[in-house]
């Protein structure tokens, strides 16, 4: 049974159709791509497994069993975390502080500080990222402040890791540090989800891609035997295969 299963997934807005009949399946240990244009309907998709949106129709499993994910504490109980492009850590509190916010439901006023940090630096150093917990996330780079969202995501115990875009704002270095980082948890058994618009940058960590077009799905590819050409080729909807390698 694979960790992630959905068919037949639509999404209305008013008239504009967001995703239509979208099939996606997802194993334990694997790195899935969605790939496709602007407005292909990747954000959605995202947004309909974190519990933002609920889809029209269709059916939606994790390890076999029909969800339905109404929210994000939602999502989160069935250990979907969703990375999002623009960072939503909380800039005046410590690194230690926002991991904690990610993982404990507000429950009263007392928070053990200790058990707080012991907890941040368990799952940074399980990244292999040097931050300190206590540093407050302003003075962090962006980088290191989307190390400190995945540890987040950790230590939510994410099975499902959705990230969009998680290197759209890091230099070169980051970026490569941010891969390494998601073939870890590959190891580890989580399942990612990987929205990018750089199909170089995936070649070495992706094991299938599905590709989208206005809002339809069109097929799933194993990486390994596909061209970069026939991809784009179905995103936009033309046969590219010459004018790419
Ligand atoms: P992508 O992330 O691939 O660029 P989106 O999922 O953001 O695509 O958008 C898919 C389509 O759905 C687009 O036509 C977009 O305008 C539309 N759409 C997305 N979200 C909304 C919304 N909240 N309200 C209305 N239309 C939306
Ligand atoms: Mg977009
Ligand atoms: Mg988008």
Redesign the pocket.
Known sequence: TPLLRMQGVCKR?DN?V?LSGVALEVRRGEVHAIC?E???????LMKILSGVYTPDEGEIRIDGAPVRIAGLQQAQALGIVMIHQELNLVPHLSVAENIWLGREPRRGWFVDRERQREGARACLKRLGVQVDPDAEVSTLSIAQQQMVEIAKALSMQARLLIMDEPTSSLGEADATRMLRVVQDLKREGVGILYISHRLDELDHIVDRVTVLRD?QYIATLDWKQTRIGEIVGLMVGRELNQQFP
């Open positions: 807005f504009v967001a496709g602007n407005g292909a309907g990747k954000s959605t809002g």
